[in-house]
């Protein structure tokens, strides 16, 4: 299966499926010296592990981080870097039901289309356990542009159209959900803070396409947002347009930021503001119409452990991914200049 490495220079492949013995990620690219523990990164692998509340599924993992490889004393020696997580209370059986049926929303028809086979076992490999490669990668992304002073900030902006710092209204508002049998999406934002103009390139390889791309990878994500995204198609130019300045040492900045700090995929240097919209979870209770795999109609209802919302544990996938971007695009940047070869390389 192609398609599992993203990035160019500081690179990214996870492996393993849902129900195997384990998930994990490959990074490669990240420079030798970056002070690197397994508790950095598990800070980020407890804010998506399952089980922190009565709104996410309740399958009990630890998700306990092991680096394999490409740290050595605390530092990272600037080898791939290895990481793995141990499977421990996956239940196969729960989806024996649905070995041969196709689960509306979910990619089972798809992957068996493409593949001529699936692993109906919670997904196999588009099942969000996926995402802890994600996470585990981000963590170490994270940790290098914090030492370049750039720094992440994610939320749950809204989930199912109630404000997402609004516990209140959120709680009746899943609960009354999860009474019908139902599911709810919801919209993730990022802002990045620090990122220095320049970064990069004006055709394919823009900041805000990589980033749509980046977030667009995720499972469940159906719509990206840079700066003031779609509402751009209801504004006027003197709206839109974010008006330049110089502060009182020089440096140039903008009076707005409709834009997301990103001009000509390029950044601008002021807050990259990325925004995710996540489609509800496609496993529910109710009864649905569906077909099997001998393209028969039949009807499912959805047994097992799911999240009936996945917004508030994707807020750290959706970080993950855009610290992914911003440090690959970093490293990219290093050589577009001569200037800037030249000054690395002068003794």
Known sequence: MAGSTYGRYFTVT???????????????????????????????????KPGQN?????????????????????????TPISMMVKN?????????????????????YTFDAKYGFRDYRGGGRSSGRETIGRVAAGAIAEKALKEMGITLESRALEIGGVD?????????????????????????????????????????????????????????????????GFQVARAVGSQNNDCFEADQNGNVTKKTNHAGGILG?????????????????PSIAQEQETVNRQHENVTISIKGRHDPVVVQRAVVVVESMAA????????????????????FYDK
């Not at 393993?16 to 970056?34: F, I």
């Not at 390889?205 to 499972?219: F, T, V, Y």
């Open 14 to 48: 996870t492996w393993g499926e849902s129900h195997g013995p384990a998930v994990g990620v490959v990074v490669d690219g990240c420079p030798a010296g970056l002070s690197l523990t397994e508790e950095d990164i598990q800070v980020l692998m407890d804010r998506r």
């Open 54 to 78: 009565k709104f996410t599924t309740q399958r009990k993992e630890e998700d306990e981080i092991q680096i394999l490889s490409g740290v050595f004393e605390g530092k990272t020696t600037g």
């Open 88 to 108: 421990k209370d996956h239940r196969s059986a729960d989806y024996s039901n649905i070995m041969n049926v196709y689960r509306p929303g979910h990619a089972d």
């Open 164 to 228: 997402g710092a609004d516990r209140d209204a959120l709680e009746k508002y899943l609960q009354a959900q999860m009474a019908k049998m139902d599911s709810v999406g919801g919209i993730v934002e990022c802002v990045i803070h620090g990122v220095p103009a320049g970064l990069g390139d004006p055709v394919f390889e823009k900041m805000d396409a990589c980033l749509a791309k980046a977030m667009m990878s995720i499972g469940a994500v159906k719509g990206v947002e840079i700066g003031d």
């Open 265 to 281: 995929g390029i950044t601008d240097g002021s807050d990259i503001i990325v925004r995710a919209a996540f489609k509800p979870t």
């Open 324 to 343: 992914l971007t911003v440090m690959d695009l970093l490293l990219a940047n290093m050589h577009s200049t001569m200037d800037g070869i030249k000054k």
